[in-house]
Every structure is written in structure tokens, then in C-alpha cells.
């Protein structure tokens, strides 16, 4: 059977899961049989697509900032707010095969693994790239040079680059084998330090290459008003990787005031991301990368991680529901009737909805 054609005009949520804590993270595994999620409660959870058997994982003693799987498959890997990474055989075991007990000196905000499955690598608030061997958590390497901590990481489609984004706005592009520095890209715009501010707000939030990889994306946000719950006008930068300079910048239609978490390009060029907005509806949004005006978007709730399906035809987005009651002190004055936050796992199939038949 054919995969339906690609036409992110009429996407529509074709799956929901719910969760009861907030979720961070969440991945489709390679071959499209589970989908793996942490976030405030300490675990991974596994949920197995096909009649949504779950499972769990513990082994994390604080919030869980960051989880990729393995390309080749049968492994997972997950990290949180001390600094820890855990590997995972997620099909056979609910203990770690093993552990990395200080990959970062506070939070791991990013992991990815090399498209031969060959090498893991992190970064985070210690503003250090580093990389480790994935069937054993061995280091191999680490590459120095960002001034502040580290929020995203991509690898090109031929897996000799990698690139990392940090709070500052600057993009530092590497050799991959030979691991080494290549230059750094300008996304400053997505970084702001005014003079009463009392701290850094921005940075580049997430990256993603083109399927041909001659462009890469920036998501973040610009023009911060202030760094009390940091609003400010979400923005991608496209860069042209050949000269390194910014060809577009993307924008948004909606009303988010918080950055754009994650991107995702899709096999056509469409590029996908999903922004943040607090205590209101936030967006999944589309574009041709030519244009700086979407091409489509979504009302959602706030969501941190976008993964594509390995058909190409569903976006999975960990979308924040509001407990109801926010804000300082909120859980000593409504000690009673105070409610966590929540997720839903908004799955978005990228094709027409498929008419109902007819009774009769």
C-alpha cells in the first residue's frame, strides 16, 4: 500500500495519549512501533503503538531533560537535570545497560547519535560538546568552544557534520572523524540581553538540516521584552550552508510569544516547528523555506519536541496542558485543589483525512 501523499494544508490529529505529569521529550522509535517520553516524573515511558501496551523505565532520580533512540534500533538513551545519561534495552529490560553518571555538570539539554549508530553525543549547561561511544558509554572525545550552555545539536544528512546551538546565539559547526572545529554561524538575533535584564534570554533552541543539507534551520525566539516568563516573537533563521549567511527568516501568523523548541524537516523541504506560549494555545507551523510566511499552522498547546514518523506522514508533538493553578505560591494557596500539569501525545497525520464511508 502506497503512503498517502503529503499535504500538510490538511493535517489533523489522528491519535491523542494522555498522560497525567508533563512530558519534555518524545520520540517515534526507528522502525515506528513505540513511542518513548519523560519529562517531571523521573521515568521513561514506553508506549507500544499497536493497542498502546506501556511500559516503564526507572532509573533517573531527577526530571528528565533529554531521550533519542538508537538508528539501527533496540536501544534508547535518555539524560536529565544532574547530568546523567542511562542506555537502555528497552524491549528486554527496565534497568539501564549502563550509565554515564556525569556527562555534563548540571543539565544534559541535548543528545543525538551519529546516523551509523556508531557514537552518542551531548551537550549541555557546561557549554561542552562531547561525545561517547554508544554500545558502551566510553568517552571518545570532547570539542570546547561555546561561551554558555548548549540547548540543541544536529548531524547533516551525510553524517560528517554536526552542529550545535547555544544560549548566545552562536551555531559552531564541526568535522565529524576527524573530530575537530569548522567555523561558527551568526544567529545572535536570537539572543537578548538588554540593560536591566538580570540574565541571558534565548538562544538557539533547535536546528535542523534540510533533507539535501544545503540549509539549516535556527529556532528561537528574538526581541525578549523582559526575562520575567521571557516573551518575546519566536523566529527561524535559514541559513544557506554554503556561505553561512541567513537566506530567510521564517515567522509566525498565530499569537506564541515563546520560542520555537523544535524543527523537523519533512521529505519535500516543508519545514515543521512548534513553539511555546504560557497559560494559552501555542502552534505547529509549517513552511516553504523560500517564503518567510507560513504555509500552514495549528493551534495546540505548548510542546517542547516534534519527531517525525519514520513514514514521513505523522508528527508527534508532547504537548503541556495546564493544570489550572500557576504562579508563585500557587500550591500553598490551593493546597487541596492544586493539579499538576499534563500531557497529551498529539500525534498529526500530514495527509488528507481519509473520508468515512457511508452506512449503506
Not at 500538510?8 to 497525567?20: F, G, L, T
Not at 538513551?77 to 528486554?92: K, M, P, T
Not at 534551520?217 to 525578549?224: I, L, N, P, V
Not at 496542558?321 to 504562579?327: H, I
Amino acid at each position: 500500500m502506497s503512503a498517502a501523499p503529503l499535504d500538510v494544508k490538511k493535517a489533523w490529529e489522528s491519535r491523542s495519549i494522555k498522560h497525567e505529569r508533563q512530558l519534555f521529550r518524545a520520540q517515534f522509535s526507528p522502525d515506528g512501533r513505540f513511542i518513548a517520553a519523560g519529562g517531571q516524573d523521573k521515568l521513561v515511558h514506553i508506549w507500544e503503538l499497536e493497542g498502546e501496551k506501556k511500559k516503564v523505565l526507572d532509573g533517573h532520580n531527577t526530571w528528565l531533560s533529554s531521550l533519542v533512540f538508537h538508528p539501527k534500533g533496540g536501544k534508547l538513551f535518555s539524560a536529565d537535570y544532574l547530568g546523567v545519561i542511562h542506555c537502555w534495552d528497552y524491549e528486554n529490560s527496565t534497568r539501564p545497560l549502563w550509565t554515564i553518571a556525569e556527562a555534563d555538570r548540571d543539565n544534559v539539554r541535548a543528545l543525538i547519535l551519529t546516523p551509523d549508530g556508531e557514537h552518542l553525543i551531548s551537550a549541555g549547561d557546561d557549554g561542552v560538546v562531547k561525545a561517547w561511544k554508544a554500545a558502551s558509554g566510553k568517552p571518545v572525545t570532547t570539542m570546547e568552544g561555546h561561551g554558555e550552555c548548549i540547548f540543541s545539536l544536529a548531524i547533516s544528512p551525510d553524517g560528517k557534520h554536526l552542529v550545535s546551538g547555544d544560549l548566545l546565539g552562536a551555531i559552531r559547526q564541526w568535522s565529524l572523524q576527524p573530530w575537530k572545529p569548522l567555523r561558527q554561524l551568526d544567529a545572535s538575533p536570537l539572543h537578548t540581553r538588554e540593560e536591566n535584564f538580570i540574565a541571558d534570554v534565548g538562544g538557539v533552541r533547535s536546528l535542523a538540516f534540510s533533507p539535501d543539507g544545503t540549509l539549516l534551520a535556527a529556532g528561537g525566539m528574538k526581541e525578549a521584552k523582559s526575562n520575567s516568563f521571557c516573551p518575546g516573537k519566536p523566529t527561524v533563521l535559514v541559513f544557506d550552508l554554503e556561505s553561512g549567511k541567513v537566506k530567510t527568516e521564517l515567522k509566525i501568523t498565530g499569537k506564541s510569544d515563546g520560542p520555537f523548541n523544535a524543527l523537523r524537516f519533512l521529505e519535500d523541504g516543508t519545514l515543521a516547528g512548534h513553539t511555546e506560549m504560557l497559560h494559552t494555545a501555542s502552534e505547529l507551523t509549517f513552511w516553504k523555506t523560500s517564503q518567510p510566511e507560513p504555509l500552514h499552522s495549528i493551534s495546540n498547546g505548548s510542546a517542547y519536541d516534534l519527531s517525525l514518523h519514520p513514514d514521513g506522514r505523522q508528527l508527534l508533538a508532547a504537548t503541556y496542558v495546564s493544570g489550572g493553578n500557576s504562579g508563585n505560591g500557587a500550591r500553598k494557596r490551593f493546597h487541596e485543589k492544586y493539579l499538576p500539569n499534563t500531557t497529551n501525545l498529539r500525534i498529526f497525520s500530514l495527509f488528507a483525512k481519509p473520508e468515512e464511508k457511508q452506512p449503506g
